[in-house]
């Protein structure tokens, strides 16, 4: 049957070292007090993965970074049948947004039905009193008979968007009934909550990175290098190391040209396509820079046939460019298989681009934005959603309009044709960053919200 499985976290989480960065004295103490205060009583993250996606990635650093202060952290996964986790993929579209077929009864039981098992199987872990963050759509079921037990209960949301009714309306009515009494309610964004989530029970926590991950660790320039040849962007001069991911391209990435850059899931609302139509129509003709677009290995993901379709749609596209264009377009597979490699392999790409793109149509909160922040990169994104959170505008980076395409092109020509003004937005990227997107400030977010839990 589907239970509930506890997860191991070793001490140093993903096996990064812990940078200095990361647990100043301040945090040190704060953790100290509050976990003087907990005593026996532990903290639940409970969620339905712990591998893929940027949930589970920052689970895994946050808390382990919260063993590492002496909290009495534990982490619990929700398993399920297939069939819920369709129904909740529906609810994830919805809360962002996208017109989804409308839930019906039968949807209601059974969500009813698998999050009421979830929640039995829980109550044998988490004791009355203790406290218990539930993550995401697919444990929100379990909060109600959870509260009556007696634990402190908060809900995270890592989905949302601005606005509502439609299809956002609908999702937050279907999930009502559970969340209307939870006592603390953390989303992204104060407006992503729900309407009947009274203010006094919404809290905010921006998502954050982990700057000691295999992604966003600091590259020796031969790491780097040796990265870029096992993803097949550059010859392999060396050893002969395993690939982790292959390019399609014309000729290898010469090594000094400027670098416009995208990494993104082969999702259409991520725009790849229209990222490589404005860099072939714009920016082709008058610039030296190449363009790379990099993604996961869509044979490694075997359950989206979305990806795999938006890819080929890219594929094609680049096939049919004018020589010239062709040559300087890039097209990056990342493996899946080994996700350090695959974090090290994101790390090597963001880090050889000379500008960083996120030309999202929609997004809740784009990681790869931070994680090109963090590494002092120049940035073109979108002014949508979560992004307008992100980025300053010609402070920290360039919003555009989603569809002003001649926009996004102006953009990056100027960044490229004033390699000082790229410079001093990414300078104040990285400066900002520090302040407000690394696991540090999440953890402090974290313990602010356990203490308001036990008040
Ligand atoms: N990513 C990755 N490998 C890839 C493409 C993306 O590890 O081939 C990572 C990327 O670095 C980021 C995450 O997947 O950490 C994507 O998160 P984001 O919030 O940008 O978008 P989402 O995919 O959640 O919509």
Known sequence: ???????????????????????????????TMLAERLG????WHVSSTATGGGVAELLWSSIAYQRVLGLPAHWLVTEAEPEFFRLTKRIHHGLHGHRIPAFTPEDEEFYRSVTARSAARLAEHVAPGDLALLHDPQTAGAVPSLVEAGVRIAWRCHVGTHGGGGALGATWEFLRPYLENVPHGV???????????????????????????PKNRELSAEQQRALLARIGLIPDSSNGDEPIGYTIQDEPLPHDVPVVTQVSRWDPLKDMLGVLRTFTEDLALYSRAHLLLAGPDPDDVADDPEGAAVFAEVRRTWETLPPDARARVHLVMLSLRDLTLNGLAVNAVQRRSTIVAQKSLEEGFGLTVTEAMWKARPLVVSGVGGLLVQIRDKSTGILVDPLDYPAFGKALDELLRRPGYAAELGRAARRDCRERFLVSRELTDYLELYTRMLD
Do not use: K, M
């Open 40 to 43: 026996t009583t532990r903290i």
């Open 187 to 213: 989303f992204t964004d104060a407006a992503f909550a729900p309407d009947y989530l009274p203010a006094a029970r919404r809290s905010v926590i921006t998502p954050s990175i982990d700057p000691g991950s």
């Open 1 to 31: 049957g589907y239970g509930v499985t506890r997860v191991e976290i070793p001490e140093n989480g993903q096996g990064a070292e812990i940078p200095g960065e990361v647990l100043g004295p301040a945090l040190r103490q704060r953790a």
